[in-house]
C-alpha cells in the first residue's frame, strides 16, 4: 500500500522561481488537503479538496495555487517562491468528514 | 473561529514516568477530535480520536476523553517509553468542511531511559 505519496522530498528554489509539489493517493479518497509546518505553529491548512473539479482556500492560500483533476492527484503550485514560503508542506487524505487523516511524508522546500 | 491550544514543550521525562499533554479547544459546533503523532523525519500518523462528548479514544496506552464542558481532550500514558518520543499534535475537524484539520502548535516529547 502507497498511501499518500509526495515528491520531491527535499527542494530548495530561488526567490521568484515556481514549482509544483506532487501528491498522489491511492485509496480513493474523495477529500484531500495540503499543509505546511512551521516551527510553534503546528500545521496549517493551505486549500484542500472535496472531490475532482471541487477546491477551496484554506488559512493561508496565498501565493499557492491547487487544482484536482483526478481523484488521485492534488498538486500545490507555487507561483512566485518568497523566502516566507520556507516551510514543510504535508498533503492528506480522508474518506470523509471525522475519519482518519493520512498524510504524506512530507516536503522540505527552503527558498533562498 | 475554531482553534486548538496544547501545552508548550518540549516535555523530557524518563521512562516509566507518567505522561499528561493538555489539549484545549474552541468550537462553535460539534467537532471531533484527534491526536496525531509525528516521527522524527515522517509524517503524521493517527493517534486516537473521538467524535462525540465523554468518548475516550485509545492506542498503544495512549489515552484521552472528549470534554465538552471543559473543551478539553488531555492526552495521558500510564508509563512511557524511549519509543514515544515524537512530536504530539491535538486536532479537531469541524465536520462538514472537507475533512479539514485545524492543529494545535504540537509538544515534543523526549524519553530518556
Known amino acids: 500500500n502507497a498511501g499518500v505519496t509526495q515528491t520531491p522530498k527535499f527542494q530548495v528554489l530561488k526567490t521568484g522561481q515556481s514549482m509544483t509539489l506532487q501528491c498522489a493517493q491511492d485509496?480513493?479518497?474523495?477529500?484531500m488537503s495540503w499543509y505546511r509546518q512551521d516551527p510553534g505553529m503546528g500545521l496549517r491548512l493551505i486549500h484542500y479538496s472535496v472531490g475532482a473539479g471541487i477546491t477551496d482556500q484554506g488559512e493561508v492560500p496565498n501565493g499557492y495555487n491547487v487544482s484536482r483533476s483526478t481523484t488521485e492527484d492534488f498538486p500545490l503550485r507555487l507561483l512566485s517562491a518568497a523566502p516566507s514560503q520556507t516551510s514543510v508542506y504535508f498533503c492528506?487524505?480522508?474518506?470523509?468528514?471525522?475519519?482518519?487523516?493520512?498524510f504524506g511524508q512530507g516536503t522540505r522546500l527552503t527558498v533562498v | 473561529g475554531d482553534s486548538v491550544t496544547q501545552m508548550e514543550g518540549p516535555v523530557t521525562l524518563s521512562e516509566e514516568a507518567f505522561l499528561t499533554i493538555n489539549c484545549t479547544y474552541t468550537?462553535?459546533?460539534?467537532?471531533?477530535l484527534f491526536w496525531y503523532v509525528q516521527y522524527p523525519g515522517e509524517g503524521l500518523q493517527l493517534l486516537l480520536k473521538?467524535?462525540?462528548?465523554?468518548d475516550k479514544g485509545s492506542n498503544k496506552g495512549f489515552e484521552a476523553t472528549y470534554r465538552k464542558e471543559t473543551t478539553s481532550f488531555h492526552l495521558e500514558k500510564g508509563s512511557v517509553q524511549v519509543s514515544d518520543s515524537a512530536v504530539y499534535f491535538c486536532a479537531l475537524s469541524p465536520g462538514n468542511q472537507g475533512g479539514k484539520l485545524i492543529f494545535g502548535q504540537g509538544t515534543e516529547l523526549s524519553v530518556k531511559p
Open positions: 473521538a467524535t462525540k462528548a465523554d
Open positions: 468550537a462553535t459546533g460539534y467537532p471531533s
Open positions: 485509496m480513493n479518497h474523495e477529500y
Open positions: 492528506a487524505s480522508s474518506y470523509r468528514d471525522n475519519t482518519e487523516a493520512f
